[in-house]
C-alpha cells in the first residue's frame, strides 16, 4: 500500500474505532454530516496526491457531489429536487427500488466516492475509504437488506452520472492539440523554474453545469499591452512590482495561505524537486464542510451546499479559462523580467498558463456567493484548511470577505495584476449567483 493510501486507511480507521466506542446506531452514524465533510476531506487528500490540475479537479469535485446529492434528493424526506432533466444532457436519475429500505445517507456517501474513485488515479487508496465506510456500516448494525439495498441505489446513481460525465468533452481534450506560444509581445511565455507548457488550453470546451456556455459573463479586456510608462499598461505592471518589493508580514501571510499551488517547483542550488499542495477549489471545499457545520446544517444541507458550492466552481473554471487562452496575457513576472528589472521574482511561483483573469478570484466569488444565498451573511469561520501545509488559521467575519482576500492574495504574491482580479471577482458572483437561482434543487 502506497505512504497515502496507508495514511488515509489509518485516519479512517480512527474515526472507525471512535464511533464505535461510542455504540451509536447505523443511522445516527451516517446522518452526520460531519462524516460527510471528513469523507470529502479524504477525497481531496486523493487529489492533492494525484497531482490533478485545478480545473479538472474541480470537474472531479462536481460529478463526486452531484452523484451523493441525487441519492440524497431522491429521498422523500430530504427536501431536495432531482437536477435530472435540469443539466445538458442529464437523463431523469433513477428512482429507488419501491418498497425497499435504504440508508440514503450511507448510499449518497459511497455514490461521492464511487465517482471519486473512477475519476482519480489512486484506486488503491479510494478503494480503502470506501472499505472503511463498509466497515463502519457493518460495526454499527447495519441489517445486511439495507445494506445490499443502499449499495445498490448507490451503484445505479454512480453508473448513471458516470455515463453522463463522459460526454463532457473532456476525454477530448485529453488528446487536444497542445498550446503553441507565439512569442508575441505582451503574450504569455512559460515562466521559471519549471518553464512547464501551458496547462488546459482546450478547458473552454468543457460542458458547463449551470451556465448557457464559457462566455455567458464575459469579463472587459485588459488594458492594451504597451512598454511605455505613461498608459494605463505600464502603472498596472507598475503596482504588481511596488507592492512586491515591500509586502508587509500580512500581506506576505496572506499570499501564502491562498497559495494552493498543486504542484510547486523547489530549486535548491542545482537540485529541484516538487512539493503538492491542495487546489483552490479544494481549499473551497473545506471551507463549505466548516461553513456547513458553524451553521449546524443537517446532512441535507449539507450535501446540498458541497454540490452547488462544486458547480459553481467548476463552472467558474471554465469561464476563466476561457479568458485566459482568448487574451493569452503576459504573465507580471515576464514584463517586469524583461523590461524593467530582470532580477525581479515574485512571493508566489507564477502557474503555467495565461495571466488574465484570475482564477482564484474567480472560483472564490463563486463559492462564496453559492454559500451566501445558503446561509447568508452572518458566516463568521475559523479557516483551519491549511494547517497540514503549515499555515495558521485565518479568521473571517463571511465567506465573501473570504473570497475577497483570496482574490488579492495573487496581486500579494506577485502572479496577477489588479485588473484581473477585480474582473474575475464580478464574473464569479454571477456564475455562484446563476447555480443559486437557475438549478431548482429545493423543494
Known amino acids: 500500500m502506497c505512504k497515502i493510501a496507508g495514511s488515509l486507511f489509518i485516519g479512517l480507521i480512527s474515526f472507525l474505532l471512535g464511533c464505535n466506542a461510542s455504540k451509536k446506531d447505523y443511522r445516527e452514524v451516517f446522518n ?7 469523507v470529502t476531506g479524504k477525497l481531496t487528500d486523493v487529489i492533492t496526491y494525484d497531482i490533478f490540475t485545478p480545473p479538472v479537479a474541480s470537474r472531479i469535485y462536481a460529478y463526486s457531489h452531484l452523484a451523493a446529492y441525487e441519492v440524497m434528493a431522491h429521498d422523500d424526506s430530504s427536501g431536495y429536487i432531482s437536477l435530472g432533466g435540469q443539466l445538458k444532457g442529464l437523463e431523469k436519475v433513477p428512482a429507488p427500488p419501491k418498497g425497499k429500505q435504504i440508508c440514503y445517507p450511507f448510499a449518497a456517501t459511497l455514490a461521492l466516492m464511487q465517482i471519486g474513485e473512477a475519476l482519480t488515479f489512486s484506486k488503491e487508496t479510494t478503494s480503502a475509504i470506501t472499505d472503511s465506510l463498509v466497515k463502519l456500516a457493518k460495526a454499527h448494525g447495519m441489517p445486511e437488506e439495507i445494506f445490499n439495498n443502499s449499495r445498490m441505489y448507490s451503484d445505479t446513481v454512480a453508473k448513471h452520472i458516470l455515463i453522463w460525465s463522459k460526454k463532457d468533452n473532456y476525454a477530448e481534450t485529453r488528446s487536444a492539440a497542445k498550446y503553441t506560444v507565439t512569442g508575441a509581445e505582451g503574450k504569455w511565455v512559460p515562466t521559471p523554474p519549471g518553464y512547464f507548457q501551458a496547462v488546459e ?23 492594451p499591452f504597451s512598454k511605455d510608462s505613461g ?49 483552490p477549489g479544494g481549499h473551497w471545499m473545506g471551507i463549505t464542510g466548516i461553513v456547513a457545520a458553524n451553521q449546524n446544517a443537517d446532512f441535507a444541507k449539507t450535501v446540498y451546499s458541497f454540490a452547488g458550492v462544486a ?62 444565498n445558503i446561509y447568508g451573511d452572518n458566516t463568521a469561520f475559523r479557516d483551519s484548511t ?33 485588473r484581473a482580479i477585480e474582473v474575475s471577482a464580478d464574473q464569479g458572483e454571477k456564475i455562484g449567483n446563476l447555480v443559486s437561482t437557475k438549478l431548482k434543487m429545493k423543494k
Request: charged residues 20%; contains cysteine; proline residues 6%.
Open 32 to 38: 452526520n454530516p460531519k462524516l460527510y465533510s471528513e
Open 231 to 279: 498608459t494605463v499598461f505600464y502603472k498596472m505592471v507598475t503596482e504588481v512590482y511596488e507592492t512586491g518589493k515591500k509586502l508587509t508580514e500580512e500581506q506576505t501571510a496572506i499570499a501564502n495561505f491562498w497559495d494552493c499551488n498543486g504542484f510547486k517547483m523547489n530549486v535548491a542550488g542545482h537540485v529541484m524537486f516538487a512539493t503538492k499542495a491542495m487546489t
Open 311 to 372: 458547480f459553481a466552481v467548476m463552472d467558474a473554471f471554465i469561464a476563466c479559462w476561457d479568458m485566459k487562452y482568448m487574451y493569452n496575457l503576459i504573465r507580471p513576472e515576464t514584463y517586469i523580467n524583461k523590461y524593467i528589472d530582470e532580477d525581479w521574482r515574485p512571493l508566489l511561483q507564477t502557474p503555467p498558463f495565461p495571466e488574465y483573469t484570475s482564477g482564484h478570484s474567480i472560483i472564490s466569488a463563486a463559492a462564496a456567493a453559492v454559500l451566501t
Open 386 to 418: 491549511e494547517r497540514p501545509w503549515g499555515w495558521a488559521d485565518r479568521n473571517f467575519q463571511s465567506t465573501k470577505q473570504a473570497a475577497k482576500e483570496a482574490g488579492i492574495s495573487r496581486y500579494y504574491g506577485g502572479i496577477h495584476y489588479m
Open 201 to 223: 488550453p482546450s478547458w473552454r470546451t468543457i460542458r458547463t453545469i449551470a451556465m448557457d456556455s464559457a462566455r455567458q459573463f464575459v469579463v472587459d479586456p485588459p488594458p
